[in-house]
């Protein structure tokens, strides 16, 4: 799936983190990145959320009630 316009960081990971299962970001060149992690977070926030704003993430997220999650945080926020 992909996450559009993400522009609070602290509010991406905290939707992350209620997450049941796995959640894994893919990069352009394929490759996957837990999310989950803390170690990856703290990555990500130095590479992708530099400038504080995302215009794109692909996601993918292995249980429903996280497709789910996601989906509401994409178009209400939450």
């Given at each position: 799936?992909?996450?559009q ?15 049941k299962?796995?959640v ?9 990145i ?7 977070q703290y ?12 215009r794109?993430?692909?996601?993918v997220a292995h249980?429903k ?7 509401k ?6």
């Amino acid at each position: 799936m992909k996450i559009q316009n993400i522009d609070n960081v602290e509010k991406f990971f905290e939707v992350i983190d209620q997450c049941k299962g796995v959640v894994e970001l893919v990069s352009p060149e394929g490759d996957r990145i837990n999310l989950k992690s803390k170690l990856s977070q703290y990555v990500s926030l130095a590479t992708m959320f530099s400038n504080g704003y995302v215009r794109e993430l692909d996601i993918v997220a292995h249980e429903k009630e996280d497709v789910e999650r996601l989906i509401k945080y994409m178009y209400q926020g939450q």
